[in-house]
């Protein structure tokens, strides 16, 4: 530890991001068993996990509180969750790719893609889209 107690808040970090895979996931099995195909509910069920996981991350993790600065923020967290995204989409579609079995239960597929983009997303969140908005301890 280099004395940044933020360092501490991986473990904290990863559940919200257990609770934002849990609901991708149930979004996406939801739209997958309704509508069918791939991408369409792998995009709309990534989307409200973004949401989901920003919320609980300002609130919990991070603890940024109020409206002030609150949608610069959520610009920010999108930002760097898009870079987890496609890291997330690109496993997720090697693996469909490579893989007959995962095509039949594609929702674990979207386990591994989050598990490998998660730490793009605690590093962007740690250093720049919360470091911002008065993160304290």
Do not use: C
Request: aromatic share 14%.
């Amino acid at each position: 530890m280099t004395g940044d107690k933020r360092e501490s808040l991986f473990p904290a970090f990863a559940v919200v991001g257990m609770v934002g895979f849990i609901v991708d996931a149930a979004v996406f099995q939801l739209l997958y068993s309704t509508l069918g195909g791939y991408v369409l509910p792998r995009i709309l069920a990534t989307a409200v996990a973004v949401v989901v996981t920003w919320g609980l991350n300002r609130r919990f993790v991070f603890r940024t509180a109020g409206t002030t600065g609150a949608a610069k923020e959520f610009v920010r967290y999108v930002t760097v969750q898009s870079s987890g995204i496609v890291v997330n989409f690109a496993v997720y579609a090697l693996l469909l790719t490579l893989s007959e079995a995962l095509r039949q239960v594609p929702v674990a597929a979207v386990a591994v893609g989050a598990l490998v983009a998660m730490v793009f997303n605690y590093l962007g969140a740690r250093h720049w889209v919360f470091a911002k908005t008065g993160w304290r301890p």
